[in-house]
């Protein structure tokens, strides 16, 4: 069975890397949901049925986590920052200033429902996002060479407040 | 998770939503974020220049319910106040009035923040 402290990587057999084989990862999820789905579990003692449960839920959120990258990326940082102090909200006053206003023209937008602005802001923050995204795994790679590398892991910080901030306009564009 | 009675009603009825011309004389605008959950709070304040006094105070969140409802008091809070006052309020009595439950006291301290950052703008506008 597995245990409690092991991480989302371990748990599935790969490597600590931001760069992993999406293949790979599908079918190592594909073979353990198998193993340890509760189903198979039917005539087991009731102890070994709360183990499977306890796996498969444990093996669905390691899943989630590393096929998405950004969610990813988030996740190999909170591994990497461990006993590590950076500065947490590391963003410059216009960028909180642009946020803001963006997100009153969303206001605006959102109550004129102005399907082509939305559209177009849709589309300048995915490629912004994707830029930010684009990032990622060249710091990542650094870090494997010198992990006490404070300095990439600021910007790394950096580049993942200012994704969640273009992800919660995103979010509020395509919940509409 | 469920949201306390008072954070639904500042919620519901944001009290001071808007915004006050931050080119005016004797206005202070402060704006902060969350970079953990991507909120950004704006609040601004109105003093009397003669005693310090507060006389507005406006608030425009975009965050989740608790970041609004802690933003909403934080106004209610400071209109009245001596700057000096203002300045004191700790988000610990955010958390308290408004029974927040651990994983939102980060919208208290932007509130608290913000309250501070307003407060500071309106300082070094006024001198300068």
């Keep these: ?176 | 998770m469920a949201y306390s009675d008072k954070v639904i009603d500042h919620y519901k009825d944001p009290r001071n939503v808007g915004s006050l011309d931050k080119n005016e004389k004797n206005t202070g605008t402060g704006l902060v974020g969350a970079p953990e959950c991507g909120d950004v709070m704006k609040l601004q304040i109105q003093v009397n220049p003669d005693n310090n006094q507060i006389v507005d105070a406006k608030f425009k969140t975009f965050g989740c319910g608790s970041a609004i409802a802690s933003s909403s008091l934080a106004t209610e809070w400071v209109k009245g106040k001596s700057i000096d006052e203002a300045m004191s309020i700790k988000n610990t009595e955010i958390v308290e009035e408004l029974s927040l439950p651990p994983v939102k006291i980060h919208c208290s301290v932007l509130a608290e923040d913000a309250i501070k950052a307003a407060i500071s703008d309106y300082k070094k506008r006024s001198e300068g």
């Design chain 1, 1 to 176: 069975m597995i245990s409690d402290d092991i991480d989302h990587f371990e748990l599935m057999g790969l490597p600590q890397s931001f760069e992993i084989d999406s293949e790979k990862l599908e079918d190592l999820y594909q073979n353990l949901s198998l193993e340890m789905h509760p189903d198979f579990y039917g005539t087991s003692t009731k102890e070994k049925k709360i183990l499977s449960e306890k796996s498969s839920v444990m093996l669905n959120a390691a899943y989630s986590t590393l096929r998405e990258p950004v969610s990813r990326a988030r996740y190999l940082m909170s591994i990497l920052t461990r006993g590590v102090s950076l500065k947490k909200d590391d963003l410059p006053e216009d960028f909180l200033q642009e946020m803001f206003s963006l997100q009153e023209s969303l206001d605006e937008m959102l109550e004129s429902c102005d399907q082509s602005a939305l559209c177009k802001m849709n589309e300048d923050l995915l490629k912004r996002s994707n830029l930010i995204q684009s990032n990622f795994a060249s710091l990542f790679k650094k870090l494997e060479t010198s992990p006490e590398n404070t300095e990439t892991l600021q910007q790394l910080q950096k580049h993942l407040n200012t994704e969640r901030y273009l992800r919660r306009l995103l979010d509020r564009i395509n919940s509409k």
